[in-house]
Each structure stands twice: as C-alpha cells, then as structure tokens.
C-alpha cells in the first residue's frame, strides 16, 4: 500500500435520512458504510474528471497559472494533465521568428478566388 493509499480518517454531516439509507443500502449489499461510500466517492471523482466542462475548468485554472501541475493530475489523471502541460507549455512560448523563404514562390501558379457577394444558395437545386 502506498502513502496515498493509507487510510484517512474524515468527519463530516449529513442529513439523517441519507445516513439511514446509506445503512439500509449496506446491510442489503452485507457490507460497511465506511466501504460505500468510498466507493461512492471513488465513481463520482473519476465520473467528475472524465466530464468535458470540468476538464475546461481545470484547463482555465492551470493556464491562468492558479492549479499546479500536481493538482492537475490528481483531478484529471496523468494522461490529461500531460497534455495540458504541453499545451500550455506551446501557449507561454515565443513564435519562432523566420523569414520567408526568399527561393519559393508561394502565390506562384493557379489560384482560385471565390465571390463572397454572392449569396443565393444553390446547393439543393439541380
């Protein structure tokens, strides 16, 4: 068992009713309150983590430079917080600062422009 996994003794109130059903769910399943609610836990972090809109918090946060990249792992997994990083990493860096390419013509050769006034749609008819 690692250090992270130890466990941790936590107080907390709750409602009386959820607690009665909380035992009432326990007792059905032969097993400890205790065991539920980890495990409640346990799926509602991982749902959590996995949800796009919290994703895009955490993102916000670490690129405004108010989570740190430990934080970021534990909320959204190693993968994820990885790729943040070398998003943010790409965000913070300097554009590379090169010329053109003087031997290349890049307008050279056909090129096709589009009438942007005309607006009647044409895509159905035949």
Do not use: C, W
């Amino acid at each position: 068992m690692s250090a992270s996994d130890e466990p941790r003794r936590v107080h907390f109130q709750s409602p009386e009713y959820l607690v009665e059903r909380l035992d009432a769910v326990a007792s059905l399943f032969d097993k400890d309150r205790t065991d539920l609610l980890v495990e409640a836990i346990r799926e509602y972090l991982e749902d959590t983590a996995e949800s796009e809109t919290f994703q895009d918090l955490v993102a916000e946060r670490y690129y405004n430079d108010q989570l740190e990249f430990e934080t970021v792992k534990q909320l959204v997994g190693a993968e994820t917080a990885q790729r943040l990083r070398l998003l943010k990493a790409d965000l913070e860096s300097e554009p590379f600062d090169l010329a053109p390419p003087d031997d290349v013509d890049i307008y050279a050769g056909e090129t096709t422009t589009v009438d942007s006034t005309n607006t009647s749609d044409t895509a159905g008819e035949k």
